[in-house]
C-alpha cells in the first residue's frame, strides 16, 4: 500500500489529535454508494476491520451512533432491546448529516456536532487495529479501538448480523 498524503484536518482528526489519540492517516478514492468494501479494497485491509458510522434514531427521535464492522448489518431489534427503547432505525441521510455535522459516506465519530450516545458491536473491540471515517469522504483513520471507547465513551452491544 503506498504512503499516501496529508490529509487536510477536519472535526475528527482535530478530535483526535486534542485526545492524544496516536491515528494514520489513509486517504482513498471515494465511490458513491461503494461502502466499505470499497475503502477495504483500495487500502488493502480487511472489510471486516473497517468500521462503518451509523446515524440512527430512537423511538423518540433521539440521535445515537453504532459503529459496525464493514462486513456485517446491525441489528435494530436487538440494538432497540440492548438499550431499553422500543425502536431504533437509521435516519435519512440529511438527518443524519444535520445531527452528526458530516456529510454521509464521511460520518465519523469523533468531532460530531452534537453529543450522542455511540454504541460499537463487542467485536470491534476485539481487533487489534481497526479503520473507520475521519471525517469526510474517502478518508480513513487506522486506530487501536482501545482508544474509541476510551474517548468516545462508545458502550458495547452485540447487534451484527451477517450480510
Same mark, same amino acid.
Given at each position: ?32 454508494? =461503494? $461502502? +466499505? ?8 485491509? @480487511? ?6 458510522? #451509523?446515524v440512527? %434514531? ?19 431489534k ?16 440529511d ?9 454521509? =459516506? $464521511? +460520518? ?8 450522542? @450516545? ?6 470491534? #473491540?476485539e481487533? %487489534? ?35
Open positions: 500500500m503506498a504512503k499516501a498524503s496529508h490529509v487536510s484536518e477536519t472535526p475528527a482528526t482535530a478530535f483526535l489529535k486534542k485526545n492524544a489519540v496516536a491515528f494514520t492517516e489513509h486517504p482513498y478514492e471515494y465511490e458513491e454508494r =461503494g $461502502g +466499505t468494501r470499497v475503502s477495504s479494497e483500495k487500502l488493502g485491509v @480487511p472489510e471486516h476491520a473497517v468500521i462503518k458510522t #451509523l440512527m %434514531e430512537d423511538d423518540e427521535k433521539k440521535p445515537l451512533v453504532v459503529l459496525m464492522h464493514g462486513d456485517r448489518e446491525v441489528s435494530t436487538n440494538l432497540a432491546r440492548q438499550i431499553g427503547k422500543k425502536r431504533v432505525e437509521p435516519c435519512s441521510p438527518v443524519a448529516q444535520r445531527h452528526s455535522g458530516y456529510q454521509v =459516506g $464521511g +460520518t465519523s465519530p469523533f468531532g460530531l456536532r452534537k453529543p450522542m @450516545p455511540i454504541y460499537v458491536e463487542k467485536s470491534v #473491540l481487533l %487489534e487495529r481497526i479503520w473507520i471515517n475521519g471525517g469526510r469522504r474517502g478518508f480513513l483513520v487506522g486506530i487501536d479501538p482501545k482508544e474509541l471507547v476510551r474517548v468516545s465513551k462508545a458502550t458495547a452491544v452485540e447487534v451484527a448480523l451477517e450480510k
